[in-house]
């Protein structure tokens, strides 16, 4: 008629093993995957910073020693003002495509 007491006890212990597995399913795979894509976008986010960077530097460099003397005396200052420009363009369209993506993200954009 009643269940045995080591039967209360087996089932007991058999609903705390999935309780335990159940909030390792859930809490501790997703922090993981979580993880991995956080170590992922920052490792691209330094290299596509760096490469950007680079790129400027290489700009700027083309710009001082292409040109002859276009750019130099008081108009030295010309490459430095197009290189900031550019990196301004490049921070501008990535804002509006984050602005974008959260936008969307949030269904206020159909």
Do not use: C
Request: hydrophobic fraction near 50%; avoid cysteine; charge should be positive.
């Amino acid at each position: 008629m009643f269940p045995s007491v080591s039967s209360v006890k087996e089932t007991i212990r058999d609903l705390w093993k999935l309780l335990v597995s159940y909030a390792k399913q859930e809490t501790i795979d997703p922090l993981r995957n979580l993880g991995r894509y956080l170590a992922f976008g920052l490792g691209g986010m330094a290299l596509i910073t760096l490469g950007v960077f680079f790129l400027g530097l290489a700009v700027l460099r083309a710009m001082q020693s292409m040109t002859g003397d276009l750019f130099s005396g008081f108009w030295s200052w010309v490459p430095y003002l197009v290189v900031v420009l550019g990196f301004a363009g490049v921070i501008a369209f990535v804002l509006s495509r984050i602005s974008r993506e959260l936008k969307h993200s949030r269904g206020d954009e159909l």
